[in-house]
């Protein structure tokens, strides 16, 4: 695919320093990445409620919301979820520059990838949140039975049973979601933004 070479980045007349100032709270990415059945959408869905019922600017990223749109044209080949990524990365980066505190919740389970990520955000931007729980748990758990397909054979490339999923090794936090109830790792996500002063 040929790239575009006639392009030109325009900067904005309204900084994300302005819209911080304005908003009167700090802007970031919560990247909460885990296996499939960890509780990343449950919680990073509960952050985001608790942030708008503090009047935070806040938005969710899904996986399964943004493959209905943005990433309908991607399967889930190793390339295609360094694609996946890549993109909700971008979005991500819109966000905080926005002066939005938005939370993501992939599996995104290439290490590489999400360092990928992190480098097109400034220093505490990306803010790595770790759920981490036993796979023995969250197949347990299995909300969409995609570990029991999986298991059969009817699933292809899933992670954690034919395809790897690579932990973080220096995670900004991570919640142990097989210990901690929702409330208990909202507040810990809360204390971190607050140590921040993000909020």
Known sequence: MTKATNITWHASTVSKADRRVQNGHGSAVLWFTGLSGSGKSTIANAVSSELYRQGINEY????????????KDLGFSDHDRTENIRRIGEVAKLFVDSGAIVTTAFISPFRTDRDQVREIFEEGEFIEVFVD??????????????????????????????SPYEAPEHPEVTVRSDLLTVEQAVEQIFEYLKDKNII
């Open 60 to 71: 969710v990223l899904d996986g399964d919301n943004i493959r209905h749109g943005l990433n």
């Open 133 to 162: 729980c036993p796979i023995e748990e969250c197949e347990r758990r299995d909300p969409k039975q995609l570990y029991a397909k999986a298991r059969r054979g009817e699933i292809k490339d899933f992670t954690g049973i034919d």
